[in-house]
């Protein structure tokens, strides 16, 4: 993949020449400490230092003082995974899942969830327990999905623990049990995991197993919608517009749900279609109502299409 040179909208003297000195093994120029350690693990993964390749595989992933090379990126974490890195195995499974770097492959992508969770890798776990839960590209099987969510946990990943508390909470793979739900959805919330905060929420709000508090609702679905979980923005627009937790307010409850639907939230697409519909926070549009309610069908919200056919 070729890499591409940043644009600079005021170039100046010296601006080409450091572009040009960075493209050498995508790294950028520079004297920032950051800059030195990249340089190093290059070199030490080329040597054949496993760990380094993984480290190296990260930086290029996020363009940390590198240029950002998803093609790259899965090179090294192939070589990391290689030698037996878990952390390796478990991202170039992300990158297969994703299809960034490399060609989608969701026959892969499950195997290299393995390879990274048998290496101490509780990504792979996690990832691995929710393929297994919907039994995408695996059998479904939700007892092995709990105990893998229950390892990624013991082993402090807290979308594991999250994930592992939504079982809790519907009595799915594990005899149901609020107060078990409660208690990991609390964790990964309070080490800032958006999904903790999404359950937790779901609890107060609907007074299940926990003293129903729509105050503390708001607070928590406003953590994982910061943390960019549309579940977390829709719950939020629908205390806002049924004033529940907050004062009624429509024109917030419109934003929210449009954050929500373009990040592909069917029942937010869904919820602002009737308020364009009534005119509701937003000016009355029909035609534009319409077009969300089939985007919310498109979604595959089943209540949505029927009123897209009767349109």
Do not use: W
Not at 8 to 35: D, I, M, Q, Y
Not at 94 to 111: I, T, W
Not at 142 to 159: K, M, N, P, R
Not at 165 to 176: E, S
């Amino acid at each position: 993949m070729p890499t591409r040179i940043p644009r600079f909208e005021s170039p100046r003297r010296g601006t080409l020449r450091l572009v040009k000195l960075g493209l050498a093994g995508g790294l950028v120029a520079g004297c920032h400490p950051g800059n030195r350690e990249a340089k190093e693990l290059r070199r030490a993964c080329e040597a054949g230092t496993a760990t380094a390749c993984n480290e190296f595989g990260q930086r290029l992933l996020k363009g940390k003082y590198v240029l950002r090379d998803e093609a790259g990126a899965a090179g090294r974490f192939e070589q990391a995974c290689k030698g037996s890195v878990g952390d390796g195995c478990a991202s170039l499974g992300v990158l297969y899942q994703d299809g960034r770097g490399v060609r989608r492959d969701s026959a892969r992508a499950p195997g290299l969830f393995r390879q990274g969770c048998d290496g101490g890798a509780m990504e792979g776990c996690t990832r691995l327990g929710v393929l297994h839960h919907l039994g995408a590209g695996v059998t479904k099987d939700v007892a092995l999905a709990a105990g893998l969510f229950q390892q990624a946990c013991t082993g402090s990943h807290l979308i594991g623990c999250s994930q592992l508390g939504r079982l809790y909470a519907a009595g799915d793979g594990v005899p149901q049990d609020f107060g078990r739900a409660a208690g990991l959805f609390r964790e990964a919330c309070d080490g800032k995991a958006a999904l903790g905060c999404l359950g937790l929420g779901r609890l107060y709000a609907a007074g299940t197993g926990l003293d129903r508090n729509d105050s503390l609702a708001v607070e928590l679905f406003r953590k994982a919608c910061e943390a960019d979980e549309p579940a977390g923005c829709f719950h939020l627009a629908v205390l806002n517009e049924e004033g529940q937790g907050v004062a009624q307010n429509f024109q917030r409850a419109a934003d929210l749900y449009e954050r929500a639907c373009n990040d592909r939230h069917a029942e937010a697409c869904y919820n602002l279609a009737g308020l364009y519909e009534k005119g509701a926070g937003v000016y009355r549009d029909p035609a534009r109502s319409k077009a969300l309610t089939r985007r919310a069908c498109d979604l595959g919200l089943a209540d949505a299409c029927p009123r897209v056919k009767g349109t």
